[in-house]
């Protein structure tokens, strides 16, 4: 027994612990409080759940390590056809809470399938790609892989929750690193400066931009020339798009997308809307200054001026209570945890492991960069949770197993 826990990467386990216990320590922080009685806030109801969570966490993590490493691998496609089928199920049998039919409801307990899918398609995607008969380079097995990804992006969508289905994008990470063409990411931010910069400017100033970066790029690139039909069919393109941005943002956003698109690009000022959570959730890190306020010494925090403190707003916590240093040493936490789980993912012998363990990667980093950037102000509030941090049991278990799945396969590297 002594030999095979040997196997398991420690440094990233004690990692996962630092971050459960801080985020733990916030989610009690989060919790307290007083309404105008003097009494406690869900008190129990918020980090006695999450403590909960966390403990049952641990016998998942037990199951996780005992499991035949090849389980993973032999059953990747019935686990992701299973949590397909929980996706569509929602619409018939899901629970609508906020706005979102993303849950199933038994009794008090809920889960959130969402969060187990991001496992299954990292699982698939990882058999599908170290298949013998898969050649990432080739369109037509990069076209069945970009399908593997955007089926349960699909059905998360129109839940509606648009955050957890933009986290599909993270799955370009471990494609680029098995060898796919830089050249989708490239088309994929050109798309996103165009939609921003018509909102801001208007069509006829991003079309102007970008006949001259076409006209430039013909002209200095005279040793790799792009052809003229392809730069032709991407400049109409792109002027296509821009366009189409008005209609697309005005017709198939809902009003709560536009305000916090407008928010963000400075086009309204609402800090008493749409806006609030933002503003508030500034204000309470602006306050903690270099060192904080204090653990449970939060102003902001105690007194509930940011909504979903506990879950998705969870960082204006860190920021107001431990401060700078505080939140310099999560992201630092965080950092770490990336870079250590891209070097085992290198040291990998099999395939099917190092693609599983840039997805874990990549996930993480989408969820770390979106949910900061969005409690700071500079992305629009989308719903997106802090691995390990946000209260929560489906986004608690789900980070919980994506991360020990490549703990069991790692240790188990040597074999292959």
Same mark, same amino acid.
């Given at each position: ?105 038994? $009794? ?68 680029? %690193? ?46 790799? %020339? ?39 690009? $400075? ?51 860190? $920021? ?77 278990? $789900? ?13 188990? %590297?040597?074999?292959?």
């Amino acid at each position: 027994m002594a030999r095979k826990t040997a196997g398991f990467d420690w440094l990233t386990i004690l990692i996962y612990l630092l971050l459960i216990c801080f985020g733990w320590a916030n989610i009690y922080s989060a919790s307290l409080g007083s309404d105008p009685s003097g009494s406690y806030f869900n008190l129990n109801e918020v980090y006695g759940k999450q403590a909960l969570w966390i403990g049952l966490s641990i016998f998942l993590i037990v199951i996780i390590l005992a499991i035949e490493v090849k389980f993973y691998q032999r059953f990747s496609s019935v686990i992701y056809i299973t949590a397909l089928v929980l996706l569509a199920g929602l619409f018939v049998f899901g629970k609508t809470i906020s706005g979102a039919t993303s849950w199933y409801a038994i $009794g008090s307990f809920r889960l959130q399938p969402s969060e187990f899918a991001k496992i299954a398609t990292a699982l698939a995607l990882a058999k599908y790609v170290s298949d013998i008969q898969t050649n990432i380079k080739l369109f037509s097995h990069q076209f069945k892989a970009f399908i593997i990804v955007a089926l349960p992006a699909i059905l998360i969508v129109p839940q509606p929750d648009p955050g957890s289905a933009m986290v599909y994008a993270a799955f370009f990470f471990p494609l680029y %690193r098995e060898g796919i063409s830089a050249l989708y990411l490239v088309l994929a931010l050109s798309g996103v400066f165009i939609f921003v910069g018509t909102l801001l400017l208007g069509p006829i100033w991003v079309t102007a931009a970008v006949i001259v970066l076409a006209a430039l790029s013909f002209l200095l690139k005279k040793k790799k %020339r792009p052809g003229i039909p392809l730069l032709l069919f991407i400049v109409i393109a792109s002027i296509g798009l821009s366009f189409s941005v008005n209609y697309i943002f005005n017709n198939v956003f809902e009003q709560r997308h536009r305000d916090r698109f407008n928010i963000v690009l $400075g086009k309204e000022v609402d800090s008493r809307g749409i806006g609030y959570n933002t503003n508030q959730s500034e204000i309470a890190i602006g306050s903690g200054g270099w060192t904080g306020k204090g653990w449970t010494e939060g102003t902001q925090t105690k007194g509930h001026f940011v909504p979903e403190q506990h879950t998705d707003y969870i960082f204006s916590t860190v $920021g107001e209570e431990w401060g700078f240093l505080g939140s310099a040493a999560v992201v630092f936490l965080f950092v770490c945890l990336m870079l250590r789980l891209i070097f085992l993912a290198e040291r990998q012998k099999s395939q099917f492991n190092r693609i599983y363990g840039y997805s874990v990667v990549g996930i993480i980093f989408l969820h770390f960069m979106v949910n900061i950037g969005m409690v700071i102000g500079i992305f629009p509030t989308v719903g997106i949770p802090l691995p390990f941090f946000s209260y929560g049991g489906s986004g608690l278990w $789900g980070f919980t197993i994506l991360v020990f799945i490549f703990i069991r396969l790692d240790s188990d %590297r040597l074999s292959f």
